[in-house]
């Protein structure tokens, strides 16, 4: 997972007094607690927005921005946060069903 915390936005025909080319974009915050309404999102977001090799390189599947983008690595932050090993994110990922379900976490007896 990248260390980077911000991208920038890929500037695109210059729209005059609103241009955003330039404009940081952060990570998208997490949640307090993970509930399992999280949990589905954010298995979602890792799904969907799978790496992808092209070209250029690995880009994001679903809108072509460098792999990981910003869904991607909250989805990935949020499942590590439920308690998921990152050998258990690549499978959810390896299976591309972004319906799956994440069993809730063990708790202590």
């Not at 920038?8 to 025909?13: E, H, I, K, Q």
Request: charged share 20%.
């Amino acid at each position: 997972m990248s260390t980077s915390t911000a991208h920038r936005v890929r500037s695109g025909a210059s729209s005059g007094a609103g241009d955003m080319s330039g404009e940081v974009l952060r990570d998208i915050p997490l949640p307090p607690y993970v509930t399992g309404e999280d949990t589905q999102f954010a298995v979602r977001a890792v799904v969907v927005h799978a790496p992808r090799r092209w070209s250029g390189g690995v880009v994001c599947r679903n809108d072509a921005s460098p792999h990981p983008c910003r869904l991607h690595r909250w989805g990935a932050q949020v499942l590590a946060l439920r308690g998921l090993r990152a050998a258990e994110i690549a499978a959810l990922i390896e299976r591309g069903d972004p319906t799956a379900v994440v069993p809730p976490p063990d708790r202590p007896a």
